[in-house]
């Protein structure tokens, strides 16, 4: 994953629940669950807003519930979709990171 912030992008990912199992050589290593990345610190900004990432969840509305109540979106000055039930049997929330990448959070219907 792009990171235009280094910091900042960690900081992000490990308010919203993802836990930082490493960092050095301008690569961390997040987890949550069965979900892992690498974030980089670096960013190519065509890449960074092409760039989509799906988290399945088992309660799609707590982590929306959740990362609204601590003002995430106020935080980190970015973009928070509302809960919606999509046509492909699934609620979902779109969450755009500090670099630009759009996540969809969900939950299977």
């Known amino acids: 994953m792009p990171s235009r912030d280094f910091a900042l992008s960690q900081a992000f990912y490990q308010d919203i629940g993802f836990e930082r199992k490493f960092v050095g050589d301008g690569i961390a290593y997040f987890a949550h669950g069965d979900c892992s990345f ?3 610190d670096y960013c190519h900004p065509e890449f960074a807003a092409n760039c ?3 988290l399945l969840v088992e309660d ?6 959740e990362l609204k109540r601590r003002g995430i979106a106020e935080t980190y000055r970015i973009e928070m979709g509302e809960l919606k039930q999509q046509p492909w049997r699934m609620l979902d929330f779109t969450l755009t990171d500090p ?3 759009l996540w969809r959070i969900a939950q299977n219907l």
């Not at 799609?60 to 519930?65: D, G, K, R």
């Open 99 to 101: 670099s630009g990448v």
């Open 60 to 65: 799609a509305a707590a982590w929306h519930a």
């Open 38 to 40: 690498l974030l980089q």
């Open 52 to 54: 989509m990432m799906h």
